[in-house]
């Protein structure tokens, strides 16, 4: 049971400030061969295609999955990290120090976040993550936390529009800078 998220939600706007003021990176579908999905066990039917849709492109994807007390952690075979509220998050909402570990000590290209804003424990381990590049959704209302953000209205939780939107973008960033090594003649 979590007593309050105050202590956990000082520690993320401190951690935003960081990822604000910090080098940004950007990376191409082409460039990436580690990825790391962040998401909640009640959106697994949304998020599953997504994962497909890395795998048959070669990614190795590493998923990071929130699940609440009343529901079940989905088991599948991609390599993952379960964070289970009630087991792995303490009464002031901060994850295990030993989960936490071992997720930043996963080395990835690209961090994808498919996590909606009522998980503040997400938001704090995405943040401390090392990722060089790290992508999800601004909500109009929210801190600009990622890299790459694809701006939803607020209450809107569409993961495979957000994720249609980040796959084209990290296309495009592909396709600009293949432009810039070949230029037209």
């Not at 295609?49 to 990614?59: A, E, F, R, S, V």
Request: net charge positive.
């Amino acid at each position: 049971m979590i007593l309050t998220t105050y202590f956990l939600n000082k520690k993320i706007r401190s951690l935003a400030k960081e990822a604000a003021t910090r080098t940004h990176c950007y990376r191409s579908m082409d460039d990436v061969r580690y990825v790391l999905i962040m998401c909640e066990a009640r959106d697994w039917k949304a998020v599953e295609p997504c994962i497909d849709i890395l795998k048959k492109k070669g990614k190795t994807v590493h998923v990071c999955v929130y699940t609440r007390k009343d529901e079940d952690t989905p088991i599948w075979d991609y390599a993952f990290l379960p964070v289970e509220e009630g087991k792995d998050v303490n009464v002031w909402g901060f994850p295990d120090k030993n989960m936490r570990t071992q997720l930043n000590n996963l080395s990835v290209d690209v961090l994808i976040d498919l996590t909606s804003e009522e998980v503040p424990v997400m938001r704090y381990l995405m943040l401390q993550q090392p990722s060089a590049f790290k992508v999800g959704a601004k909500y109009e209302q929210g801190a600009n936390l990622f890299d790459l953000s694809i701006v939803m209205k607020d209450g809107v939780h569409d993961i495979p529009f957000l994720f249609r939107q980040i796959m084209v973008y990290m296309q495009a960033i592909r396709s600009s800078a293949a432009a810039a090594n070949n230029p037209a003649k």
